[in-house]
């Protein structure tokens, strides 16, 4: 889909499924013109590697502070032989050094295997937005791999999404690539000289609402455009909060959609397509799913149907859509209580650890449940006030075992933002954010930042670390490179969830980028 050179406009807000989700449904109907024909949805173009006013790449200064407070931190470490416990209490590593060369071995403390690098940006990234309840939640950032370790970087820009090359060792390989008029990270794939994204563009729809667009880039230019909402399957893409995967011959795409016509006009549900290599639309997936999505994840796999999981509000709770959309018989992850807009338990990260499957997610339980009366939907009333961190497996791509694991358990302390990375072939990484003194209302809890964790656990969901704890935090995608290590990129900027976001988003010119190195 050709379109307009634009380098400049009013930017597309960013928002989070829960928050757009509100607003919707504070309205009945939406009226208003189609959008202006012509408006170019897509255009072409770099920015200079490095501008003047953008601050230098750096590595961190060995022993300087990177995640600078008030008073020094502990100089002490956690043990990796440590005995780990249900609610381990949280200590600070050394800081690391990004000079470091020596390979870690499995004995080495987490603190000691992770660094970061500073990347200059061309222009201002808003890291943080406006979530649900007026909270402020993070911007999405991706960060991909390719085979041959190269990396990507994906995030927004106003009126624009960026994507910057990197090299393996965490330098920057060029100019960035700007898809223009572009609005939310949902998905990257980095490929040899190249990469896609899963992104929203304007469109002209009864709503006046973006579509959803999946986009290929080569070094040289643009491969191709593939518009996967419209008027011929009537829906939109207000937003996505979606996933992204790739097996090596085509891509999976499943993210959040709005009808805009038929028998779903007005509703919010989920859609899985699967697309070439070559941006072709191919058979499989489905149009509509769960019922207002509040977390999407998606696997990729050789043959098949890839693995998927949603949050849905109506059958309240985390449910398996490998291959079925949302049947009422989907299997169940974790029955949470859950309304249009909200989910007490939200899919973090969901990956493969040999022929077994591992989901991670926000949880507070179920005290009680029970049918709403209409054959589907479910009653939920929330076990805790706070959202605690769970682990649940699955022995193949459509069956849950085992019961749910929770890996916290502090009532006072509320943890948001779940990640889940394989580690190897038989260990995991599991992060997340925790607010102490947290004082929660209507699903959402406002208290004070006291670090991202970060912990290896096996495949029982055993720890088999200390708990490493910084001021770094995860914002997207995590890249697993072909040696092992985990790569991840963010805004370095305190967190504040104090309460409602005011005024204008805070913005970076600095990109961060922190690199796990792997220990056998």
Same mark, same amino acid.
């Given at each position: 889909?050709?379109?307009?050179?634009?380098?400049?406009?009013?930017?597309?807000?960013?928002?989070?499924?829960?928050?757009?989700?509100?607003?919707?449904?504070?309205?009945?109907?939406?009226?208003?013109?189609?959008?202006?024909?012509?408006?170019?949805?897509?255009?072409?173009?770099?920015?200079?590697?490095?501008?003047?006013?953008?601050?230098?790449?750096?590595?961190?200064?060995?022993?300087?502070?990177?995640?600078?407070?008030?008073?020094?931190?502990?100089?002490?470490?956690?043990?990796?032989?440590? %005995?780990?416990?249900?609610?381990?209490?949280?200590?600070?590593?050394?800081?690391?050094?990004?000079?470091?060369?020596?390979?870690?071995?499995?004995?080495?403390?987490?603190?000691?295997? !992770?660094?970061?690098?500073?990347?200059?940006?061309?222009?201002?990234?808003?890291?943080?937005?406006?979530?649900?309840?007026?909270?402020?939640?993070? /911007?999405?950032?991706?960060?991909?791999?390719?085979?041959?370790?190269?990396?990507?970087?994906?995030?927004?820009?106003?009126?624009?999404?960026?994507?910057?090359?990197?090299?393996?060792?965490?330098?920057?390989?060029?100019?960035?690539?700007?898809?223009?008029?572009?609005?939310?990270?949902?998905?990257?794939? /980095?490929?040899?000289?190249?990469?896609?994204?899963?992104?929203?563009?304007?469109?002209?729809?009864?709503?006046?609402?973006?579509?959803?667009? !999946?986009?290929?880039?080569?070094?040289?230019?643009?491969?191709?455009?593939?518009?996967?909402?419209?008027?011929?399957?009537?829906? %939109? /893409?207000?937003?996505?909060?979606?996933?992204?995967?790739?097996?090596?011959?085509?891509?999976?795409?499943?993210?959040?959609?709005?009808?805009?016509?038929?028998?779903?006009?007005?509703?919010?549900?989920?859609?899985?397509?699967?697309?070439?290599?070559?941006?072709?639309? !191919?058979?499989?997936?489905?149009?509509?799913?769960?019922?207002?999505?509040?977390?999407?994840?998606?696997?990729? +796999?050789?043959?098949?149907?890839?693995? +998927?999981?949603?949050?849905?509000?109506?059958? +309240?709770?985390?449910?398996?859509?490998?291959?079925?959309?949302?049947?009422?018989?989907?299997?169940?992850?974790?029955?949470?209580?859950?309304?249009?807009?909200?989910?007490?338990?939200?899919?973090?990260?969901? &990956?493969?650890?040999?022929?077994?499957?591992?989901?991670?997610?926000?949880?507070?339980?179920?005290?009680?449940?029970?049918?709403?009366?209409?054959?589907?939907?479910?009653?939920?009333?929330?076990?805790?006030?706070?959202?605690?961190?769970?682990?649940?497996?699955?022995?193949?791509?459509?069956?849950?075992?085992?019961?749910?694991?929770?890996?916290?358990?502090?009532?006072?302390?509320?943890?948001?933002?779940?990640?889940?990375?394989?580690?190897?072939?038989?260990?995991?990484?599991?992060?997340?954010?925790?607010?102490?003194?947290?004082?929660?209302?209507?699903?959402?809890?406002?208290?004070?930042?006291?670090?991202?964790?970060?912990?290896?656990?096996?495949?029982?969901?055993?720890?088999?670390?200390?708990? !490493?704890?910084?001021?770094?935090?995860?914002?997207?995608?995590?890249?697993?490179?072909?040696?092992?290590?985990?790569?991840?990129?963010?805004?370095?900027?305190?967190?504040?969830?104090?309460?409602?976001?005011?005024? /204008?988003?805070?913005?970076?010119?600095?990109?961060? &980028?922190?690199?796990?190195?792997?220990?056998?």
């Amino acid at each position: 889909m050709a379109g307009a050179h634009t380098t400049s406009g009013p930017g597309l807000p960013v928002r989070r499924l829960r928050a757009a989700l509100v607003a919707a449904l504070a309205v009945s109907a939406v009226g208003g013109a189609a959008a202006a024909a012509g408006v170019g949805p897509f255009a072409d173009r770099t920015v200079s590697a490095q501008p003047p006013s953008a601050p230098a790449e750096e590595d961190w200064e060995k022993g300087a502070d990177p995640f600078p407070e008030t008073s020094p931190p502990p100089t002490t470490s956690p043990s990796s032989t440590a %005995t780990p416990s249900r609610t381990p209490t949280a200590t600070r590593t050394p800081r690391p050094s990004a000079t470091t060369a020596k390979t870690p071995s499995a004995r080495t403390p987490l603190g000691e295997r !992770l660094t970061v690098a500073r990347i200059g940006l061309p222009t201002a990234l808003p890291h943080q937005q406006s979530g649900y309840n007026g909270l402020p939640e993070w /911007a999405r950032i991706d960060t991909a791999a390719a085979p041959d370790g190269t990396l990507r970087v994906a995030w927004p820009a106003s009126g624009s999404i960026h994507v910057t090359p990197l090299t393996a060792a965490l330098k920057r390989a060029g100019a960035d690539t700007v898809v223009d008029d572009a609005a939310e990270v949902s998905g990257l794939i /980095a490929h040899k000289g190249g990469f896609a994204l899963l992104t929203r563009l304007p469109d002209s729809n009864k709503w006046n609402e973006t579509a959803a667009h !999946l986009v290929r880039y080569s070094d040289t230019g643009r491969l191709f455009d593939t518009a996967l909402t419209g008027a011929a399957t009537h829906d %939109t /893409a207000r937003v996505l909060t979606g996933q992204l995967r790739w097996n090596g011959s085509k891509y999976g795409a499943y993210f959040v959609v709005h009808g805009a016509g038929g028998s779903t006009d007005g509703h919010f549900g989920d859609k899985l397509r699967y697309v070439s290599s070559q941006g072709k639309v !191919l058979d499989g997936g489905w149009d509509w799913g769960c019922s207002h999505n509040q977390g999407t994840a998606l696997l990729p +796999s050789d043959s098949g149907p890839f693995p +998927s999981l949603c949050g849905e509000d109506w059958r +309240s709770g985390i449910f398996v859509s490998t291959g079925i959309g949302a049947p009422n018989e989907a299997p169940l992850i974790s029955r949470e209580e859950c309304w249009a807009g909200y989910c007490g338990g939200v899919p973090g990260g969901f &990956v493969r650890i040999g022929s077994r499957y591992a989901v991670a997610f926000t949880t507070r339980g179920a005290a009680s449940q029970a049918p709403d009366g209409t054959g589907r939907g479910y009653k939920v009333t929330a076990r805790t006030q706070t959202h605690q961190v769970a682990l649940r497996f699955l022995s193949n791509a459509s069956t849950p075992t085992g019961a749910v694991k929770t890996l916290t358990s502090a009532l006072s302390v509320d943890n948001v933002n779940v990640r889940l990375a394989p580690y190897g072939k038989d260990r995991m990484m599991i992060s997340w954010e925790s607010y102490a003194d947290a004082k929660c209302s209507q699903g959402t809890c406002t208290g004070r930042f006291t670090g991202t964790h970060l912990r290896l656990i096996d495949t029982a969901g055993k720890f088999l670390t200390g708990d !490493l704890t910084v001021k770094a935090r995860i914002a997207g995608d995590i890249a697993p490179l072909p040696n092992g290590d985990l790569v991840w990129a963010y805004a370095d900027a305190p967190p504040d969830r104090t309460g409602p976001l005011n005024g /204008a988003n805070p913005t970076t010119r600095t990109l961060s &980028v922190a690199r796990l190195a792997y220990a056998p």
